[in-house]
């Protein structure tokens, strides 16, 4: 039973991390019919921007910053600048595939001017276990799920409770209409861009001292966020919350219980399921099918 | 298409057949083993744009069909059966199963529709690499025969790269009767408008899983290829990661035409073999050369010609306008 209670907490706190990833995806999903391929590519790269700043010997707070930073000029508004806005107007499938060969791309790159080795990256949260009514817990896993919490609650703050959000989810509706009425739909496409790679440097933070820094570790990351989103409601944010710790804990569950051999294949099981028998995700609306 | 332009392209298309036959002849093992499985990827690549870019259902799974098919063909030659023998029975496997896949299809779309693929093609890989006393799992089926034809061993690269290259001609042409024949213009108007072709009595229904069990056969069919080609058979060509590339190979071509898939492959199998000059950097700047070319034109190589030659066409066309107009003022 510990042992269960243990996988789980272990399961959320992953599940937290792909939550923050997936949030990311079906918010460029709402608002401007990107499906990027990328996304976890995405995650993968801040951390490698953060170790560069600290090989040049930055602290590493300071290489946090920078590297948040970078990563919202790179991942947010070039990525948007530069390939989105081109090629959207051309429908959807140009530029999934675009930010396919993007993912080669930025794969390359780093294991052409960092390294082809996993290198160890610091934890921002503390390392070791804390005994909960008598039962050691890894600190690690609930200062991940912790911040995690943290950031999806600011998030889904932001989005229903202020005047910014709610032209977000607006411009993200109906652009026509709100357009009409005067958000400002460019920009807030733009906002929903940089909050996306805001969230991607968070997870990589988070996910990096778990699994260290590997330019191909964001294979399976991306496969986790995009089920995640799917399992949870592509066209909803508190459905990719549900799924990516769904996703989590049954991943780990499934990597104990099933077998190691098959684990991966749970989760996707799990996705065929929910697409034939609720195509719009757990929490999902049907979305209008287009004539 | 005029006359004139007719023979062009006729008389281009014997000069590149010939090149492809002749040329090749002073090639050394490694030019031949690359041109060879431009011809393997190109068939696949031909069964995805007849899924995706003629009746327009997005597919992640290509890759897991060239998969099975690889290993259909190394488990039956190994246990010595014949090549064409085991062809036959990865042919009906793969219809059958990518007539299975087709099911979702029927009740999703888009992207929906490639996440089902995608964990199809997951699901694939992991049964190559985990049923070991099949597959023999990470560690692989080598001494992979290669087949007599006609009583003619293919052992050598040449003999062997012919044989893809019939099979490639084979394949095209079955393809190019394919997409003039009603079936094809049913696939069609399958992509174009579901809806307007059921109230024309298209069962869509029907065509929909056929686009997928034709495709996926075609899939199966280059695998059969790929694995006498390579002679050993592991799971990590088949990941997630060849069914990307098929898919990068018919959108860069131009899904849709039927010459797509051909330069598609070219630039997915030979442009990074061009590029090693450039050591390290090669699949960085593949990368960037494939998003080049998307920004530049989403419809791949073939739709820049297309476009060239339609705005030609209607030059032509607002030529002969501008004529007849001003005869008639005249004649006025």
Known sequence: MSNLLDLIVAGLATGAIY???????????QTSQTINFAQGEFVMLPAFLMLAVMHLGAPFWLAVLVGVLLSTLLLGLAFKMLLVDPMLRHGVLPLAIATMALAIGIKEAVKQFFSAEASPFPSIVPVGDVSILGRAISLQSLGVLAVAILAVVGLTTL???TSLGHQMQAAAQNPTVARIIGVPVERMILLTFLINAVLVALASLLIT???????SSGEVLGQAAFIAAIVGGFNQVRGAIAGGLLIGVVDNLAAAYVSTQYRAA?????LILVILFRPQ???GRAEERTV | MSKNSRLLLAALAVVVIAGLIVIPMNFNRYGLYILSQWAVMTIAAMGLNLTLGYAGQVSLAQGAFVGIGAYGAAILTSHGWPLIAALGLVIVICFIVGWLLGYPALRVQHHYLAFVTLAFSTLAFLVFRNESWMTNGIYGISNIPRPEIFGFPTRKPLPFYYLCLGSLALVTLAMWWLIRSPWG????ALRENPIRAQSLGIDTRRYTLMAFAIGSVLGGIAGVLYAPLTQYV?????????SLDLLMMVIVGGAGFMLGPFLGAMIAVLLPEWLRVAEGYYLMLYALA????LIYSPTGILGILDRYLSSRRTQAASALRAAAQSKLEAAQ
Do not use: E, S
């Open chain 1, 281 to 283: 995700g757990l929490l």
């Open chain 1, 209 to 215: 001292p778990i699994y260290l820094a590997k330019f």
């Open chain 1, 266 to 270: 749970v989760p996707m099981v799990l």
């Open chain 1, 159 to 161: 989005l229903n409770r």
């Open chain 2, 290 to 293: 494939v998003i080049a070319l």
């Open chain 2, 185 to 188: 213009r049913a696939f069609m």
């Open chain 1, 19 to 29: 939550a923050l990833v997936a949030v990311g995806f079906t918010l460029l999903w």
């Open chain 2, 234 to 242: 592991d799971p990590v060509p088949f990941n997630l990661q060849l």
